[in-house]
């Protein structure tokens, strides 16, 4: 099995997240309730995500010195740090009330939520993960 089947597993999940809420928002944008119940979800999975990547391929990476490994994870693992306190801050900013004064707002927010993090998945898929399965 290689080393990063459960990470690309927990980015088909937090995609699929991604997808309900951003399919709810259009769906029922005045549902501020169940759209903060999806972002929780969304939140707790990530935190998981990112702890895990943070305490288990990061180190691994940077103590392997073959394929550029030690610069790519520091690359990956510095431009994650943006990501995650981005994710946090929305996270934060979004809660019941917020949603429900302002649902294009948290739409809109979604939105680009939705594609940074997509673009970093994919970059993840493309790049880190086949670069650990070779070299741990």
């Not at 089947?5 to 927990?10: C, I, P, V």
């Given at each position: 099995?290689?080393?990063?089947?459960?990470?690309?597993?927990?980015?088909?999940e937090l995609l699929g997240l991604?997808?309900?809420?951003?399919?709810?928002?259009?769906?029922?944008?005045?549902?501020?309730?169940?759209?903060?119940?999806?972002?929780?979800?969304?939140?707790?999975?990530?935190?998981?995500?990112?702890?895990?990547?943070?305490?288990?391929?990061?180190?691994?990476?940077?103590?392997?010195?073959?394929?550029?490994?030690?610069?790519?994870?520091?690359?990956?693992?510095?431009?994650?740090?943006?990501?995650?306190?981005?994710?946090?801050?929305?996270?934060?900013?979004?809660?019941?009330?917020?949603?429900?004064?302002?649902?294009?707002?948290?739409?809109?927010?979604?939105?680009?939520?939705?594609?940074?993090?997509?673009?970093?998945?994919?970059?993840?898929?493309?790049?880190?993960?086949?670069?650990?399965?070779?070299?741990?």
């Open positions: 099995m290689p080393y990063t089947d459960n990470f690309k597993r927990q980015h088909q991604v997808g309900e809420l951003a399919a709810k928002v259009k769906a029922d944008p005045g549902d501020a309730k169940g759209l903060r119940t999806l972002l929780s979800a969304l939140s707790g999975k990530l935190t998981v995500h990112l702890a895990m990547e943070d305490k288990a391929l990061y180190p691994r990476l940077l103590q392997v010195d073959a394929d550029n490994s030690r610069g790519l994870a520091r690359a990956f693992q510095q431009e994650m740090g943006g990501l995650a306190d981005s994710f946090a801050q929305f996270n934060q900013k979004w809660q019941t009330g917020a949603i429900a004064a302002d649902p294009g707002g948290f739409a809109r927010a979604t939105q680009d939520l939705a594609s940074a993090l997509g673009r970093r998945i994919a970059r993840e898929n493309a790049e880190l993960y086949p670069l650990a399965d070779r070299v741990l």
